[in-house]
């Protein structure tokens, strides 16, 4: 996976693949043109790294030149095609091959046609590395097609999002917007917060750890957290609706993230059946609930070992420790009943160095 700009692009098109349909377009225009000298008129950028292999590879004498037009902007093709730089070039009489990276709307073709009935050439012929054929909206004929492709927007070999990612090899898709939201379980001491560390960089999630979303609001005394403490103050459960107004104020300042780590929350049933609900007002889901499982006793060993240099008391009584376990037992049981049987729940197993348990972790969430 790579990022350019705000955006993942997933592996679509290798460079051999690539080189097997330049190679083709220029053995079947070399059989069809023969002895001719062709024009070929690269349109550029995009067609840039096209027309420099396929000439290469034609194994006939050819002249080259480019034009330049521009119709995409983002992600998407625009009716508006802007000539940059013109043919330089007498083409009366001459075979013209336009070279096209990819073809989409077909819009940059009716452009190319307008401009090239007015050469008073030959003969043109289109050739395109790339054809989306359910995006192709003219009457056109395309003589030559590389790889006919979905509609999809893609990179590389030429073809850019705002500029980045012409100079790759091979062929990039963008990838949708499916998000990666998990629940994190595990017993203090698991090490939750280690790896909900490296999985929010590798997959670009937001690690929304409850706590501290509840000290923050607390601490800077939003309308939330004010509301949250009248409760502590009396004494009383802060009640599941305030928890998920906050995470929701969260979830909403992190649009950009590709998914959320919950972590700390939910803890009962009543509040996963809240989540739910929440997150599929916001079209979006649970993709899996992981716990990170280990032994009790080498659990106990790790966490006296970080209570002697963290100072968290908690984390230096050995009956406290236990009685934090036995209660984690208790409510994450049946939790754990209700995301099995949405088919949501994994366990990986927590001992083990921590590249381990990071890969272990990948390979479920690869999974989903
Ligand atoms: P059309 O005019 O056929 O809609 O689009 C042609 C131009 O749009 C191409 O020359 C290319 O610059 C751009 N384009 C179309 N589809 C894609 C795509 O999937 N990725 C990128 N990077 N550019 C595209
Ligand atoms: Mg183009």
Not at 276 to 294: G, W
């Amino acid at each position: 996976m790579i990022k350019l700009h705000d955006k993942y692009f997933k592996p679509f098109i290798t460079a051999t693949q690539i080189d097997e349909a330049v190679t083709r377009i220029a053995t079947q225009l070399a059989e069809d043109i023969g002895d001719e000298i062709p024009v070929f008129v690269g349109v550029l950028n995009g067609s840039f790294m096209f027309a420099s292999d396929f000439v290469k590879k034609y194994p006939n004498r050819c002249e080259i030149s480019f034009v330049k037009l521009a119709s995409y902007s983002g992600t998407s093709s625009t009716e508006n095609v802007k000539q940059l730089i013109g043919v330089d070039y007498d083409l009366e009489g001459r075979t013209v091959v336009i070279l096209e990276d990819i073809i989409d709307t077909g819009n940059t073709l009716q452009e190319i046609n307008r401009i090239f009935k007015e050469k008073k050439v030959k003969q043109l012929k289109i050739a395109t590395l790339f054809f989306k054929p359910e995006a192709y909206k003219k009457q056109y004929t395309i003589d030559y097609i590389g790889m006919e492709i979905p509609n999809k927007f893609i990179v590389g070999y030429g073809l850019d999002y705002d500029q980045l990612g012409r100079d790759l090899p091979e062929v990039y898709q963008l990838k949708e917007d499916h998000m990666i939201n998990l629940v994190l379980f595990g017993k203090p001491g698991a090490g939750k917060g280690t790896q909900a560390t490296f999985l929010k960089e590798k997959y670009n999630l937001k690690h929304i750890s409850t706590g501290d979303v509840f000290r923050y609001n607390m601490k800077n005394e939003t309308a939330l957290g004010k509301l949250a403490k009248s409760f502590i103050d009396r004494g009383d459960l802060v009640p599941d609706e305030v928890t998920i107004d906050m995470l929701q104020a969260e979830v909403e300042k992190n649009s950009e993230a590709n998914g959320f780590i919950f972590d700390g929350f939910p803890r009962t049933t009543a509040q996963a059946e809240a989540l739910d609900i929440f997150l599929s007002s916001k079209k979006m889901e649970v993709a899996a609930t992981i716990a990170l499982e280990a032994d009790d006793e080498i659990l106990i060993q790790r966490l006296l070992e970080r209570g002697k240099t963290s100072g968290r008391a908690d984390d230096t009584d050995e009956v406290k420790i236990r009685n934090r376990f036995d209660e984690y037992n208790e409510k994450t049981a049946p939790l754990m009943e209700y995301y099995q049987r949405q088919g949501k729940f994994h366990s990986v197993n927590g001992i083990g160095s921590i590249e381990e348990i990071t890969e272990r972790l990948c390979a479920v969430i690869n999974n989903l």
